[in-house]
């Protein structure tokens, strides 16, 4: 990526962002490009970029782009001394955690994650003493003190083969309320849901007849997404190809035709022949896959955008390489424990 040339990146920037940019933002994004570029150059600098980066940035500046597993994979593979995280906190902490001698760099300090903060530490000390010796699966998008609580983290590409690797009778995953239900079913696992305080409602402690014993966060993006949406656009366009993150509601995973992470939807939508999509997800997904295959038609309910991932932008990445900001710094008793669960997925493949 860092051997773009000029016109190159003006290239892209006409015919990838959905020709939404004025000549004048064109050649400042160009600018801003170029100078990202010879630093990433001189600081052998790695940069990562999710499938929810806004086009003129997902096109031109990161050296990889992809979904959590494939980024983390990334991360764990690279012998550059500093990593750019283009996407959320709880990803450049997964990125630290696999490269602790590493400088690693989130352009924005407001990029969180509704699901991340929606569980602590606490929590899941907690739910380990109201189930003794169940094995407990954290869903990646958590913050690096609740990993280390874990004994496994998975993504939304590899969360069914994380719970049955486990060969386990009964499992607690965490956090995602969706996330739990939908691979519950897709492993033939029942489900309850414990409150804050410890209770399960009608199941006591020690009722581990339950398979699956989930946590009550969601996505704020795709919580959104309903059943009534999908009917709409069919009944416009009956042969849409309804694609859903596993992060939305079962009625809609339901409701839809294909489910899976973000690598798995763009290649779904590369193996369809489809004439349209209606894609179930963050918006910037859909900009950047309707740039990569303009002969097929992207259905978007655009306006949700993940706030988070919003944050980060061209000039952010650029302030960066040029401060050295945010480095991300873990404890290294949380880090030791931490990195031992997203260890185990990776094993996994
Ligand atoms: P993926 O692992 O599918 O890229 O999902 C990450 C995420 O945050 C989805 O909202
Ligand atoms: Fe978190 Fe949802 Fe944003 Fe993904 S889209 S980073 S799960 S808030």
Request: proline share 4%; aromatic share 6%; charged share 25%.
């Amino acid at each position: 990526m860092s051997t773009l040339t000029r016109s190159e990146v003006v290239h892209i920037l006409r015919n990838k962002t959905g020709g939404l940019l004025t000549e004048e933002q064109i050649q400042y994004k160009t600018g801003l490009v170029e100078q990202i570029l010879e630093l990433k150059e001189s600081m052998n600098a790695l940069i990562l970029g999710h499938n929810y980066m806004k086009p003129g940035l997902f096109y031109t500046v990161p050296d990889y782009c992809g979904d959590s597993l494939d980024l983390c994979r990334k991360a764990a593979q690279t012998d550059k001394d500093y990593i750019v995280f283009c996407g959320v906190r709880f990803m450049a902490e997964t990125a630290k955690l696999l490269n602790p001698d590493k400088i690693v760099l989130l352009p924005s300090q407001k990029a969180g994650c509704s699901l991340a903060a929606g569980i602590t530490a606490e929590d899941v000390k907690t739910l380990r003493k109201q189930y003794p010796g169940v094995p407990v699966v954290t869903y990646v998008n958590t913050y690096a003190d609740v990993k280390a609580e874990s004994d496994i983290c998975c993504t939304s590409s590899n969360a069914a083969a994380v719970v049955d690797s486990l060969n386990s009778d009964t499992v607690i995953f965490l956090p995602d309320e969706y996330l739990a239900i939908n691979i519950a079913k897709e492993t033939g696992r029942q489900i309850v849901f414990p409150t804050k305080n410890g209770q399960s409602g009608k199941h006591k402690d020690t009722d581990l007849d339950v398979q699956m014993i989930g946590w009550k966060a969601r996505c704020e993006v795709h919580e959104k997404f309903t059943v009534d949406d999908i009917k709409q656009v069919r009944k416009q366009f009956p042969d849409t190809y309804v694609l859903a993150h596993p992060e939305c509601s079962p009625e809609v995973v339901a409701a839809s035709d294909y489910s899976g992470s973000t690598n798995q939807m763009i290649k779904a939508v590369e193996e369809s022949d489809a004439q349209q999509y209606l894609l179930l997800t963050e918006c910037a997904m859909g900009d950047n896959i309707a740039a990569m295959h303009p002969e097929k038609e992207m259905l978007r309910l655009c306006s949700v955008r993940c706030p988070h991932m919003n944050e980060i932008t061209l000039e952010d990445t650029l302030a960066a390489l040029q401060n050295k900001q945010y480095q991300i710094d873990i404890p290294t008793d949380i880090a030791q424990r931490a990195r031992r669960a997203v260890e185990r997925m990776i094993a996994i493949g």
